[in-house]
């Protein structure tokens, strides 16, 4: 699976942007795509996640209200919608892919990861 993010840029404090990742390759087999977040000196964070075929989503605390994650699946395209931008929403915005694999001995989880985009939100 190949993952390609797009929608980075710097915004002022209260503004929007709209994050995009666009999976390709054996994108039948995802089964769950999410959305981290690295700032610098911090570890990467979970921002949100979706489920690839149902429609159930978790969104962190620090984003509730402020951001909301959809998905195309006939497009292979998982978005962040980021509202309400503050200064401490900065980071390089990671997508990722999870894949199950199912086998005799039981199941193995493989990520898949995007390069990354950079978002600024100045005060």
């Known amino acids: 699976v190949q993952l390609e993010e797009s929608g980075g840029g710097l915004v002022q404090a209260g503004g929007s942007l709209r994050l995009a990742c666009v999976a390709s390759?054996?994108?039948?087999?995802?089964?769950?795509m999410g959305w981290f977040r690295q700032a610098p000196g911090k570890e990467r964070e979970v921002v949100a996640q979706i489920s690839w075929s149902g429609g159930s989503a978790y969104l962190a605390d620090s984003v509730k209200g402020r951001f909301v994650v959809s998905k195309d699946n006939a497009a292979n395209t998982m978005y962040l919608h980021m509202n309400s931008l503050k200064p401490e929403d900065t980071a390089v915005y990671y997508c990722?892919?999870?894949?199950?694999?199912?086998?005799?001995?039981?199941?193995?989880?493989?990520?898949?990861w995007g390069q990354g985009t950079q978002v600024t939100v100045s005060s």
């Open positions: 990722n892919a999870k894949v199950v694999v199912y086998t005799i001995e039981g199941t193995s989880d493989f990520h898949y």
């Open positions: 390759g054996r994108t039948p087999d995802i089964d769950s």
